[in-house]
């Protein structure tokens, strides 16, 4: 694996383009500051048109049905238009929408939902990779920015804080929520917002022309409740390796079952974490097949061998020739 190579060599490598197998194999995070992300962002849009208004939301209007007609801020601005996106953590606009506020709670699952960050006394194991530790009843995570190591405590916020779950609906009438406020998971790694840059680009995909769609809404909601059912467990997944007598959701529990008997990859209908992903983390948490699949039997084991021996030896070229750079 060039990106553990990369990691145990504390460096990044870049393959050349002509290095095709190389390239596909690396997989790596970026971890950027946030407010100037931000600011970068609202830059690119509002020199694409978009008219920016800040301020709380003090009220919502409705439209002649359950629809949303206009935000009205606190100071009193009234913005009006067609079709809105929720983007915030307390759900402030689809809670108007949605009257039902249907909610599968997944606490029982995903009980962290605090994140308490501090300076490390010592940042030895901070290098150019992320390391999570079992903690008490959550996690810690350690890494480094640009401005040194930092580490986070997750775990269990205080009662009454917001759970881990999903909404039911996350495309009510004219209004549809992304990112916490449709799907709460662990902060634990960027699963989060991977979910929801899958719903923006879903929502991309169906567009409605006019605000209210009943249709493009119903399979909007269906295929984020598929993408959202596949983080909850992966998100969980690090809780069933690590928590004695923890009970995993089912369809979690079908996963590790048939990956421990012949190391099989389950592919669910609109899988949200890829088979790359799903593989790597079983064997990283510690499950191993306990058998193989009587297919690769059809494999010459010897070019087998010969392929992976070539492979790991341009892996290590590829390291070592940077650092001897």
């Known amino acids: 694996s060039l990106p553990a190579a990369c990691a145990a060599a504390g460096r990044l490598v870049m393959p050349r383009l002509e290095q095709a197998a190389l390239r596909q194999s690396l997989g790596y995070d970026l971890h950027a500051d946030s407010r100037e992300y931000t600011e970068r962002m609202l830059g690119i849009a509002v020199g694409a048109g978009a008219n920016v208004t800040v301020g709380e939301v003090g009220s919502v209007e409705r439209t002649a049905g359950t629809g949303v007609g206009a935000l009205v801020t606190g100071d009193g601005e009234r913005v009006a238009g067609d079709f809105f996106v929720d983007c915030s953590r307390e759900r402030t606009v689809a809670s108007f929408a949605d009257e039902s506020g249907s909610f599968d709670d997944w606490s029982h699952w995903l009980p962290n939902n605090r994140v308490d960050w501090s300076v490390p006394d010592s940042d030895d194991e901070s290098g150019p990779y992320v390391v999570v530790r079992r903690g008490g009843s959550g996690w810690r995570l350690s890494l480094r920015t640009r401005v040194g190591a930092v580490q986070a405590d997750i775990g269990p916020g205080a009662p009454g804080g917001a759970p881990n779950g999903n909404f039911r609906a996350h495309w009510v009438a004219n209004c549809v929520a992304i990112g916490a406020a449709a799907t709460r998971l662990e902060p634990l790694e960027v699963t989060p917002m991977h979910l929801a840059q899958a719903g923006v680009r879903q929502l991309l995909t169906m567009l409605p022309r006019r605000g209210d769609n009943p ?22 997944l690090r809780h ?35 088979k790359s992903r799903w593989v790597s983390s079983f064997i990283n948490l510690g499950i191993w097949p306990d058998s193989y699949d009587p297919v690769a039997d059809m494999i010459d084991e010897q070019r087998m061998r010969d392929d992976l021996q070539r492979f790991r030896l341009a892996i290590e070229q590829q390291v070592s020739g940077v650092a001897a750079g």
């Open 215 to 236: 249709a493009l809404a119903t399979e909007y909601n269906r295929v984020m409740a598929a993408m959202a059912e596949d983080a909850r467990d992966y998100v969980a």
């Open 240 to 274: 069933a390796l690590a928590r004695p007598g923890y009970e995993a959701p089912e369809t979690l529990q079908t996963r590790l079952g048939l990956f421990r008997i012949r190391g099989r990859y389950t592919r669910t209908e609109i899988p949200f974490i890829g």
